[in-house]
């Protein structure tokens, strides 16, 4: 741990009077005031959820949900469904939470739920606007998903159009990867594969994303930018 | 050569990754944490009450079970197949999910399940079977009508959740209307008994065959009349007692329901209806007034999304903009099919005010929320007029070309043709 870690350690333990972990939630002792649910780890707030603890649910929202959120974002576009996506990611995380079997991997947990019901929300879709299509000749999933693009939109338009290219599984990886910057070993556990498969997904996903990227014009041009010449 | 121009795939990846956080962010509406919080709070609630309830026994007891079991076992086979679970088939309507129906606008969805119980629903509800039990199914009616019937069985257990309004069915037929805008339930009990409870408020009505039971907000009065009667939404209403009253009296309750009690509290369906026809004469002050009267924390939480909805007009009208927009972001939390027009009014207010880029903002969130919204054409148009108003000219002019491609005939097209003109 360097010095600038040590220091923040220092600070955060003289501003939260700490406890060991035997007496934090369920010590009886009236004297000892409860250690704040904020603080816990993710392993114990799993456990606590698994008992029926409420707090402990909020508290693995108030620390999540942004990234379920910009997970969901991220596979699906903006769309509006993602509110209640998000609510099944969190119910059927409460209702397994007794069950799972490594609560440290928490927010792998999460977001390969989050990135499971997105895929399925996009299967299914596919399905209808298969059938629908037959019927009439616009569908509405794709009016229903556009953005308004002004600005910094039209970008977010070409990527997503470019995710809609990429396989399920290398969208998965590039997502956990990227937007949210899970380790290789995070994201084996959210894909429930080895690291080996998910690493090598992590490199195709990026390998195929930037390609297709580089023939959408507006992206090419931001990619131009960063790269200083040919994307 | 510098670093910044040494960008290595990573880097690429990861630029384009912050497009797509940056985009989630931008999409969310300020308070999607809090309100989204609630609403889980409220839904674990809902799963909690119908799970399953287990038990640890102690290992002989399972053993002798297991023996009771292997002795039995071709009774058990039998029992086994009475104890599956009930299944159903969607008829006139496509599964979005596996558990949820929307009916189609014209035309009617129809839910057969295993156990010989049916559900139609009506155009454009929305129904979800939360979860089904081998002696029934949880159901979740989202908005619109369901007409239910339940096979009465000695140990069946149905369940309809609408809005904060709990119906427990054991064998009946009955109609259920809901209404999440004006938080409004409906039921006209044709068959059986029905328990009808408050969530919120612990309250409980029973109601009979021949007998509508009518609510409009979770505290409002509920009211039960005969079903060939007059609705009661605007006129006198029964206040229904809290739970203990409801057992020294429950009888006379359920069973005298032309006999009309009139409340202290006026109805909110009346009220609603009130401000509606003062908003239609322009008697906004009155609105206000009302409204200050009754307390306006206490009106923008326990008011109807309809009457939330006149306050803000009138508000808007007046010139009071705090309140205006105070019952706007009331709306958007309580009911999140009104979050899409109240971010077009909310955007409306801004700009009315001077705020171009607030303005451009809840316009933005206004199309994102319902790109096929009722407000879609106006709050476009916002947007068109915003990015003028805030110097983004390149960006008006894609807007603009769009806009006319979208709505030839919109509100904003001279808006459009002049940004188009300009050089």
């Not at chain 2, 009930?86 to 129906?101: I, S």
Request: glycine fraction near 6%.
């Amino acid at each position: 741990m360097d010095a600038k870690n040590l220091d923040r350690v220092a600070l955060v333990s003289a501003t939260y009077p700490t406890m060991s972990t035997a007496a934090r939630p369920d010590s009886q002792k009236s004297n000892i005031r409860p250690f704040p649910k904020d603080r816990f780890s993710d392993a114990e707030l799993v456990v606590a959820v698994g008992q029926g603890d409420h707090q402990a649910l909020e508290v693995i929202w108030t620390r999540y949900a942004s990234a379920v959120r910009s997970t969901l974002f991220s596979a699906l576009g903006p769309d509006h469904a993602i509110e209640d996506l998000i609510q099944d990611v969190f119910i059927s995380f409460y209702r397994c939470a007794s069950r799972l079997k490594n609560p440290s991997a928490l927010k792998a947990y999460l977001l390969g739920s989050a990135v499971r019901i997105a895929a399925f929300e996009r299967r299914t879709r596919g399905r209808r606007s298969k059938w629908l299509n037959i019927f009439q000749q616009y569908g509405a999933d794709a009016t229903e998903r556009q953005l308004p693009e002004v600005g910094q939109a039209d970008l977010l338009s070409a990527l997503h159009r470019v995710l809609d290219q990429v396989s399920e599984r290398l969208r998965t990886a590039f997502i956990l990867r990227y937007v949210q910057d899970l380790t290789i070993a995070e994201i084996a556990v959210a894909m429930e594969t080895s690291e080996a498969t998910a690493k090598r997904d992590v490199a195709r996903g990026r390998a195929r994303v930037l390609l297709l990227a580089s023939r959408e014009p507006s992206l090419c041009d931001y990619l131009k930018y960063l790269g200083g010449g040919e994307p | 050569m510098t670093g910044h121009e040494h960008h290595s795939d990573d880097a690429k990846a990861a630029a384009l990754a912050n497009v797509l956080r940056n985009g989630a962010e931008v999409s969310a509406v300020d308070d999607w944490q809090e309100t989204g919080l609630e609403r889980l709070s409220r839904s674990v609630i809902v799963v909690k009450r119908i799970a399953p309830r287990r038990r640890r026994w102690p290992a002989f007891v399972l053993a002798a079970a297991s023996f009771v079991l292997v002795i039995g076992g071709a009774f058990w086979m039998d029992l086994g197949d009475r104890a599956k679970k009930v299944t159903f088939e969607v008829q006139g309507a496509d599964l979005n999910n596996p558990n949820y129906v929307i009916a189609p606008e014209n035309g009617t969805a129809h839910l057969k399940f295993s156990d010989g119980s049916t559900v139609d629903l009506e155009r454009s509800a929305r129904l979800r079977v939360q979860q089904a039990t081998p002696h029934g199914a949880t159901l979740l009616l989202e908005r619109g009508t369901a007409v239910t019937h339940v096979v009465h069985r000695s140990n069946s257990s149905w369940k309809l959740f609408a809005g904060s309004f709990e119906i427990a069915v054991i064998g009946t037929r009955f109609q259920a209307g809901w209404d999440p805008a004006t938080e409004t339930l409906q039921v006209d009990l044709y068959e059986g008994t029905l328990q009808i409870g408050g969530q919120r408020t612990g309250e409980m009505a029973v109601l009979k065959s021949g007998q509508r039971f009518h609510a409009v907000g979770y505290r409002a009065n509920w009211s039960i009349s005969p079903i060939d009667g007059p609705s009661d939404a605007g006129g006198d209403v029964l206040p229904m007692p809290s739970v203990a009253a409801s057992l020294n009296a429950p009888v006379q309750q359920s069973e005298s329901p032309v006999g009309k009690v009139s409340s202290a509290q006026p109805a909110p369906a009346r009220v609603a209806r009130d401000w509606a026809s003062a908003v239609a004469k322009g008697d906004f002050s009155r609105i206000v007034a009302e409204a200050e009267s009754r307390g306006i924390a206490n009106c923008l939480d326990q008011c109807s999304i309809a009457e939330v909805r006149y306050l803000a007009d009138a508000a808007r009208y007046t010139r009071r903009f705090e309140l205006a927009e105070q019952s706007l972001m009331a709306m958007r939390r309580r009911a999140a099919s009104e979050a899409p027009a109240a971010a077009y009014l909310l955007g409306a207010l801004s700009e009315s005010q001077g705020r171009t880029t607030a303005a451009l903002r809840w316009y933005e969130q206004s199309v994102a929320e319902a790109p096929l919204g009722r407000y879609v054409s106006e709050a476009r148009a916002g947007c068109l007029r915003m990015l003028v108003a805030t110097q983004q000219h390149e960006a008006a002019r894609a807007a603009a070309t769009r806009y006319l491609n979208d709505f030839p005939h919109g509100v904003g097209v001279t808006t459009a043709k002049k940004i188009l003109s300009e050089p």
